[in-house]
């Protein structure tokens, strides 16, 4: 059964940093690109980055390009996001997601369940 | 960046009714376009990819179609556990981009 586990969203100040991570497992992780989907409260779903399954290409939003970084461990099985220069705008739930592996086009077979990051003094 | 359009923002109807819901996309993306379902407090769910192919496990009642430009959600037959927002997506360049949303509620 595949599985997406977010962790490290919490509370952090305009300007501070956080660093997310996704454990996956029920897949082979190496062979499959990875997504951060982002959605504020009461809003709709916002793509911020993808990776490739070996982290040659990385793809940014432009309200993140330069702030936030994406990565990934294939030996730990996880998916990073660092998360600079953090603004109240950035609040949201923040989901992992998997590629359904379709060559060319890229699109989520599987999310985590989020994990919330507030911006906020 | 590729616009994505859908309408209706949000919808009531009845079990049993057949439910509509379109997407635009600004620019022509061939089939490259998926839907989601989510539910209060959940994460996006699958249903359609590439337009109109019906993921793994999805009831056969929702079905998708279009290409180019325009694309469509059907729900055939509206069941209560189908009251969600749904969410359409371009799969065809980066920036990804998502629809606004459409709620279905349930008379």
């Known amino acids: 059964e595949v599985q997406l586990l977010e962790s490290g969203g919490g509370l952090v100040q305009p300007g501070g940093s956080l660093r997310l991570s996704c454990a996956a497992s029920g897949f082979i992780f190496s062979t499959q690109d990875l997504s951060w989907v982002r959605q504020a409260p009461g809003k709709g779903l916002e793509w911020l980055s993808a990776i490739s399954a070996s982290s040659g290409r990385t793809y940014y939003a432009d309200s993140v390009k330069g702030r936030f970084t994406i990565s990934r461990d294939n030996s730990k099985n996880t998916l990073y996001l660092q998360m600079n220069s953090l603004r109240a705008g950035d609040t949201a739930i923040y989901y992992c997601?998997?590629?359904?592996?379709?060559?060319?086009?890229?699109?989520?077979?599987?999310w985590g369940q989020g994990t919330l990051v507030t911006v906020s003094s | 960046d590729i616009q994505m359009t859908q309408s209706p923002s949000s919808v009531s109807a009845s079990v049993g009714d057949r439910v509509t819901i379109t997407c635009r996309a600004s620019?022509?993306?061939?089939?490259?376009l998926a839907w989601y379902q989510q539910k209060p407090g959940k994460a996006p769910k699958l249903l359609i990819y590439v337009a109109s192919n019906l993921q793994s496990g999805v009831p056969s009642r929702f079905s998708g179609s279009g290409s180019g430009t325009e694309f469509t959600l059907t729900i055939s037959s509206l069941q209560p556990e189908d009251s969600a927002t749904y969410y359409c997506q371009q799969a065809n360049s980066f920036p990804l981009t998502f629809g606004g949303g459409t709620k279905v509620e349930i008379k």
């Open positions: 620019q022509a993306i061939s089939s490259w």
């Open positions: 997601a998997k590629d359904r592996g379709m060559s060319r086009i890229t699109l989520f077979d599987y």
